[in-house]
């Protein structure tokens, strides 16, 4: 099966280029290269546009294998995309996300501001929405705050939720909201306590500081508890050592 990755790596080779000549060409490191030729890692947007440009091809033909015309609306898709704001043209083959800098599971207040759409956006692959079965009109990317899910998810790393999808499923995680505090766990079905109860456990091992959760429905209408959404995706990201 042809993938990204697959296809990059072939048109490096008939480029006759090395790993390291082409991350030294597109300005990224040469673990970046081997990532995405593995598939373990999809490129940023900007790296998408440096890397079609270096091979001569298309950002649509690396993220799908389909060959676009020279002449045609792709041309949007050289843009220099930053910082995304409402309104924006989004380049062919991505969709804008609402992204919010401001807003961190287990920080409080989280679900409040999810409801305003936000002016800030994030582009994503329309190949990648649709291989997660993603919803973009309910999806969010956010920030996670604290250490109850490392080393799954890191204090400060951005995250998406689908806040389209809140059946609970055993093992998955989701965001959900507690009053006032908005958090992120594994959550697992719960009903010990009547059907519709949930258990909410951390992926941190320390159990003294994060220990499991039981949510009756009782306590589930008492305290405000709902479920925000699935969470579907995170931002790699490395500290770097000094």
Not at 4 to 18: A, E, P, S, V
Not at 51 to 67: D, F, M, R
């Amino acid at each position: 099966m042809e993938t990204l990755g697959t296809r990059l790596k072939q048109l490096r080779k008939d480029n006759r280029l090395t790993q390291q000549q082409l991350a030294d060409a597109i300005g990224v490191s040469k673990t970046s290269v081997i990532y995405w030729e593995k598939d373990e890692n999809l490129p940023k947007h900007e790296s998408l546009m440096a890397l079609a440009k270096v091979l001569k091809t298309t950002s649509q033909w690396l993220l799908s294998g389909v060959p676009i015309p020279e002449k045609s609306n792709a041309d949007i898709a050289q843009m220099e995309v930053g910082i995304y704001q409402d309104g924006d043209p989004v380049p062919e083959g991505y969709v804008a996300i609402d992204y919010y800098d401001d807003v961190y599971v287990s920080a409080g207040n989280g679900y409040l501001n999810l409801e305003k759409p936000s002016n800030n956006k994030m582009l994503f692959p329309v190949d990648l929405i649709r291989e997660c079965n993603v919803e973009p009109s309910t999806t969010k990317v956010i920030h996670v705050r604290g250490e109850s899910m490392f080393p799954k998810l890191k204090d400060g790393q951005a995250i998406s939720i689908d806040m389209s999808a809140r059946t609970i499923y055993d093992g998955e995680i989701y965001a959900f909201q507690v009053g006032d505090d908005t958090k992120i766990k594994y959550l697992f079905n719960w009903n010990n306590e009547g059907k519709g109860g949930f258990k909410a456990v951390s992926a941190n091992s320390d159990k003294n500081q994060f220990p499991d959760e039981y949510y009756s429905p009782d306590r589930i209408e008492s305290e405000g508890v709902s479920i925000l959404g699935q969470y579907w995706w995170k931002q790699v990201v490395k500290r770097i050592r000094r």
